[in-house]
Nanobody
Framework: QVQLVESGGGLVQPGGSLRLSCAASGSIFSSYVMGWYRQAPGKQRELVASITKSGSTNYGDSVKGRFTISRDNAKKMVYLQMNSLNPEDTAMYYC?????????WGQGTQVTVSS
């Protein structure tokens, strides 16, 4: 049983920053890919960022240069540093992990960017 718990979401003004965290527990392998998707109301879920065990990263086009993903394998944590936030970043953010892609999901944390 794998559990993922996100934290760090909230309300932030345009141009601001937030840091999301995701704690994994259970039978998770350090070799698993970890990352974040997001889903805004009325839109499809989209990849935000992912990171492999070795640290190779992949970002969605809309967040490149603004968001940074990192992980701590020993602590089974993945982080998402979000800078220069704009209203289009408003969404529910979901942590995921899996052998080669999303298999396990967290419950999500809401990020709202508004003045």
């Amino acid at each position: 049983q794998v559990q993922l718990v996100e934290s760090g979401g909230g309300l932030v003004q345009p141009g601001g920053s937030l840091r999301l965290s995701c704690a994994a527990s259970g039978s998770i392998f350090s070799s698993y890919v970890m990352g974040w998707y997001r889903q805004a109301p009325g839109k499809q879920r989209e990849l935000v960022a992912s990171i492999t065990k070795s640290g190779s990263t992949n970002y969605g086009d809309s967040v490149k240069g603004r968001f940074t993903i990192s992980r701590d394998n020993a602590k089974k944590m993945v982080y998402l540093q979000m800078n220069s936030l704009n209203p289009e970043d408003t969404a529910m953010y979901y942590c995921f992990t899996g052998a080669s892609g999303p298999k396990y999901w967290g419950q999500g944390t809401q990020v709202t960017v508004s003045s």
